[in-house]
């Protein structure tokens, strides 16, 4: 078999592998979607406020760790109740006023802002939280991260690891990867994922759609090196992205997942591929 035969028959293979994988996250995040676990999960958590991002920084910087956080009387209609002598978050609340009602429409307009307080679950008591479903993937693997970082350099990406607040595994910052001490290889290809895919200046697509699209990427690439423990599904269920959302970005999470593959493998002469 020549040289040519032979490369095709290599891309060819990748690809097959490559789709396998896709199919098998597929079908396990419908799944995931439909466990008892994750629709008592999502069920609890639509029942907070979704905050602007200031507001989300005001409390990130009040409360690094902070995970679910509602108002005293919002609490308490959970069940739930702030501990005496806690101390609020500060946030901002819109100052509405309402217009003159004309031909039946009511309006209000904006006149400014106060300040309210909310409340991590952390501050409070009572009913206890529907689990958490499994979302983080904590194995590493020492050869494959060293290979990563060297593909993320290679790209003018620089990566630090830092311990990082509350659950966050890792953040993309456009050009920097910071990456928790604790989180696993898939995070890395997670972020690297990012940095490829979602920093140009003409990338409108949402937050659902941008991690569906991380997440399957780093699954496909940890699954390919042989990872397992991932639970991309989970994470992917989440964001509550379609299947048909799912099937439309597929050729993007192809393209990309084959680009880091081959980088690595050409990188990887002693890290055997597992399918």
């Not at 079908?27 to 991002?53: D, G, I, P, Q, W």
């Not at 192809?254 to 680009?259: A, E, L, P």
């Amino acid at each position: 078999m020549d040289t040519v035969v032979k490369t095709r028959s290599k891309a060819n293979d990748l690809q097959l592998k490559i789709q396998k994988h896709l199919e098998e996250l597929t079908k396990a995040t419908e799944a995931a979607k439909k466990s008892e676990v994750m629709l008592n999960y999502l069920s609890f958590c639509a029942r907070f406020h979704n905050y602007s991002a200031s507001n989300i920084w005001l409390i990130m910087l009040a409360k690094p760790e902070a995970s679910y956080v509602a108002g005293f009387h919002k609490w308490k209609s959970l069940g739930r109740w702030v501990r005496k002598g806690e101390k609020g978050i500060p946030i901002l609340a819109p100052l509405l006023v309402k217009d003159e009602e004309q031909d039946g429409v009511k309006t209000q307009h904006l006149v400014g802002f106060k300040v309210v307080y909310v409340f991590d679950v952390s501050q409070t008591d009572g009913e206890p939280l529907p689990p958490e479903p499994d979302w983080k993937s904590p194995e590493k693997n020492h050869d494959l991260n060293q290979r990563l970082l060297q593909f993320a350099k290679s790209r003018g990406i620089v990566v630090s690891f830092k311990t990082l607040p509350g659950d966050i595994q890792g953040i993309s910052r456009g050009g920097a990867i910071e990456i928790d001490h604790g989180a696993g290889t898939k995070t890395l290809v997670h972020e690297i994922a990012h940095e490829l895919m979602h920093k140009d200046e003409d990338n409108f697509e949402s937050r659902a759609i941008k991690e569906l699209e991380a997440e399957s990427v780093a699954y496909v690439v940890c699954r390919y090196f042989g990872l397992g423990s991932l639970n991309s599904p989970n994470y992917i269920a989440f964001y509550d992205v379609s299947f048909e959302q799912t099937q439309s970005h597929l050729d993007r999470i192809r393209i990309t997942s084959n680009r880091v593959i081959t980088a690595l493998i050409s990188d990887l002469g002693r890290l055997t591929a597992i399918e």
